[in-house]
T-cell receptor, first 112, second 117 residues
Framework: GENVEQHPSTLSVQEGDSAVIKCTYSDSASNYFPWYKQELGKRPQLIID?????GEKKDQRIAVTLNKTAKHFSLHITETQPEDSAVYFCAASTRGADGLTFGKGTHLIIQP | GAGVSQTPSNKVTEKGKYVELRCDPISGHTALYWYRQSLGQGPEFLIY????????DSGLPNDRFFAVRPEGSVSTLKIQRTERGDSAVYLC???????????????FGSGTRLTVV
């Protein structure tokens, strides 16, 4: 089955700086890669996603890039703000399989 | 409803007891998923329903776990003979038909925190 690795487990950046979280996946048949943000004690919320026919997608301060050859994808947050502090999860899904395989999460800390 | 609703929000049970966790998906969402999230981990897939049928139950850890969705809306996750290792947050999510559409994005519920003592 699919295996998703996520790094780093904790990331601390100064407010206003950029943050990058990286994930790798094992199944070359995976074709959908969402990112979720989870604040303490709350539900995961989808923040951005990308499909395998696209290399990059942007939504305001958030962008995701996908390298299918290397089987890795990354989340980029620019001009970080205190409210960006949370745990971020990457995930992958394979056509024909309906569940998502999640990474272990990255705890993003924005230092004021 | 406006979102995915899960009840109860917290459940404490004794080892060996039976528990039921309920999920009420967003109206009109045909796909429903159950995940389990242990402390410090990402959600772990358990089972997926398309309509009334379990289309993929490959994530259920063993035969103590069972889920139903008899009318294609509300789903119940049932755990028999609970063990301390079952303690986790059980998350439900729903979406429009996922597989070959653009609607892959899930909406998660707030979860049920199950504690087995």
């Amino acid at each position: 089955g699919e295996n998703v690795e996520q790094h780093p487990s904790t990331l601390s950046v100064q407010e206003g700086d950029s943050a990058v979280i990286k994930c790798t996946y094992s199944d070359s048949a995976s074709n959908y890669f969402p990112w979720y943000k989870q604040e303490l004690g709350k539900r995961p919320q989808l923040i951005i996603d990308i499909r395998s026919n696209v290399g990059e997608k942007k939504d305001q301060r958030i962008a995701v890039t996908l390298n299918k050859t290397a089987k890795h994808f990354s989340l980029h947050i620019t001009e970080t703000q205190p409210e960006d502090s949370a745990v971020y999860f990457c995930a992958a899904s394979t056509r024909g399989a309906d569940g998502l395989t999640f990474g272990k999460g990255t705890h993003l800390i924005i230092q004021p | 409803g406006a979102g995915v609703s899960q009840t109860p929000s917290n459940k404490v049970t004794e080892k060996g007891k039976y528990v039921e966790l309920r999920c009420d998906p967003i109206s009109g969402h045909t796909a429903l998923y159950w995940y389990r999230q242990s402390l410090g981990q990402g959600p772990e897939f358990l089972i997926y329903f398309q309509g009334t049928g379990a289309a993929d139950d490959s994530g259920l850890p063993n035969d103590r776990f069972f889920a139903v969705r008899p009318e294609g809306s509300v789903s119940t996750l049932k755990i028999q003979r609970t063990e301390r290792g079952d303690s986790a947050v059980y998350l439900c999510a729903s979406s429009l038909h996922p597989r070959d559409s653009l609607g892959y994005g899930y909406t998660f519920g707030s979860g049920t925190r199950l504690t087995v003592v």
